[in-house]
T-cell receptor, first 106, second 113 residues
Framework: EDQVTQSPEALRLQEGESSSLNCSYTVSGLRGLFWYRQDPGKGPEFLFTLYSAGEEKEKERLKATLTKKESFLHITAPKPEDSATYLCAAYNDMRFGAGTRLTVKP | ETGVTQSPTHLIKTRGQQVTLRCSSQSGHNTVSWYQQALGQGPQFIFQYYREEENGRGNFPPRFSGLQFPNYSSELNVNALELDDSALYLC???FGRGSYEQYFGPGTRLTVT
């Protein structure tokens, strides 16, 4: 069965402490891997789409990478405003993971 | 450019009732997808509409149905509400058939008692 698993469930960082979030997937014939950011009480905000293994995309302090089995969202020198839940989704049937809840303390 | 809007913001219904949720897509988008998000979970895909036709459906029973109108706005209808239907319902719009580079609305919080 197709699955998308995100780890860790929650991550607490100090401001400036870089880290990575993981999204592993077992989806046959992946057509795209999406990353979203979701703030409490709001809809997800689109961040990146990755289509093939080896692809990388960057936006400000965030960089997303993709391999054949997983994707990473690297956060460099995070700030408190980066605190949110980060969701990944695999596109064959737009299957979302449960998310990683990131808290960045000043 | 107008973003995705949803109405109502919150809704409380009783088990067995029917509900209609509404979504206006972002300007220039012709595809709308609906998701259900339970507390602490990721969104679950309900279905997608492209140019007024259903273009993909997730694992939801037939009592979840939808419509897309000529202006690309959309409705989600849920009949015979169950307690487990309590969730945040998200609408997302995009451009193109099968497109998932999508932009989400703020959601409708449905509570079934």
């Amino acid at each position: 069965e197709d699955q998308v698993t995100q780890s860790p469930e929650a991550l607490r960082l100090q401001e400036g402490e870089s880290s990575s979030l993981n999204c592993s997937y077992t989806v046959s014939g992946l057509r795209g891997l999406f990353w979203y950011r979701q703030d409490p009480g709001k809809g997800p905000e689109f961040l990146f789409t990755l289509y093939s293994a080896g692809e990388e995309k960057e936006k400000e302090r965030l960089k997303a990478t993709l391999t054949k089995k997983e994707s990473f969202l690297h956060i460099t020198a995070p700030k408190p405003e980066d605190s949110a839940t980060y969701l990944c989704a695999a596109y064959n049937d737009m299957r979302f993971g449960a998310g990683t809840r990131l808290t960045v303390k000043p | 450019e107008t973003g995705v809007t949803q109405s109502p913001t919150h809704l409380i219904k009783t088990r067995g009732q029917q509900v209609t949720l509404r979504c206006s897509s972002q300007s220039g988008h012709n595809t709308v997808s609906w998701y259900q998000q339970a507390l602490g979970q990721g969104p679950q895909f309900i279905f997608q509409y492209y140019r007024e036709e259903e273009n993909g459906r997730g694992n939801f029973p037939p009592r979840f149905s939808g419509l897309q109108f000529p202006n690309y706005s959309s409705e989600l209808n849920v009949n015979a509400l169950e307690l487990d239907d309590s969730a945040l319902y998200l609408c997302a719009s995009s451009f193109g058939r099968g497109s998932y580079e999508q932009y989400f609305g703020p959601g409708t919080r449905l509570t079934v008692t």
